[in-house]
């Protein structure tokens, strides 16, 4: 017992000989916050566009439709290519990301599969996007599928190669079936189920910089949602200039 108890004085004698010794260099003890695992964000602009009412927006309905890509015939009307957009902006990632999921809420049945292409252009809105200046934005050419189904939920489609990083990300949902399928938008309320956009980091590559107390400032950046608790923090070493 006696041994345990001069181990243990011991090492908390070196511990407070390495920090005296490091505050006597001007360096301090600060912890370095990691961003958690998986971070969730929910749309910042959706709405749908119809071919047959080209001028027409529907920014501020609760529900958006999409069916008829390529054929323009859809169960509602007998008619009109219907397409949905949804805008997200992606900030606070620190690390690799290991997956991104975009994530929509059907709100009629059956819910067909569901063809998510990323728009490179972003520079349409909410309020303003109609079938005339949206419908020959330019995506990329990889796209990703969503499964069918047959209840009203939540699906997702894997949109892991297109987002990489921080920034803002805009999506098209095509159905190419003549079956309307209709989701809630972030307007809706019954659900409230707006359309999201999960990232699944790898922390663990996050690299640590030291850092001159004397000529940084640190500023913060706010995230929709988080859905996870981050990891402990972890010292670094901040020079006092």
């Known amino acids: 017992m006696k041994f345990r108890r001069s181990v243990s004085r011991g090492r908390r004698a070196l511990v407070v000989a390495i920090v005296g010794a490091l ?14 695992a998986v971070s969730t964000f929910n749309a910042l602009a959706d709405t749908q566009i119809n071919s047959g009412s080209p001028n027409a927006n529907y920014g501020s309905d609760s529900k958006m439709a999409t069916c008829g890509s390529g054929t323009r015939t859809c169960s509602a009307d007998g008619a009109n290519e ?38 490179t252009d972003n520079s349409w809105t909410e309020t303003g996007a109609t079938w005339s200046n949206a419908s020959t934005l330019a995506t990329a050419a990889a796209s990703s599928l969503s499964p069918a189904g047959s209840t009203k939920k939540y699906y997702e489609a894997d949109v892991t190669g297109a987002v990489t990083t921080n920034g ?29 956009l999960v990232v699944d980091l790898d922390t663990s590559t996050t690299s640590t910089s030291t850092t001159s ?8 950046s706010t995230t929709s949602t988080s859905t996870t608790t981050p990891p402990p923090v972890d010292p670094v070493l901040v020079a006092a200039g």
Do not use: D, H, I, M
Request: net charge positive; proline share 8%; hydrophobic share 40%.
């Open 168 to 196: 803002t990300f805009s999506f098209v949902l095509l159905n190419s079936t003549s079956t309307t399928l209709r989701l809630a938008t972030r307007e809706s309320t019954s659900p409230r189920a707006p359309p999201q």
């Open 213 to 220: 107390t004397s000529s940084t400032t640190s500023t913060s």
């Open 23 to 36: 505050l006597g260099l001007g360096l301090t003890l600060v912890p370095r916050p990691l961003v958690a």
């Open 82 to 119: 219907k397409r949905a957009l949804v805008k997200f902006t992606v900030t606070g990632l620190a690390g690799t990301v290991r997956s991104a999921k975009l994530r929509y809420y059907a709100v009629t049945t059956p819910a067909p599969s569901v063809t998510v292409k990323l728009v």
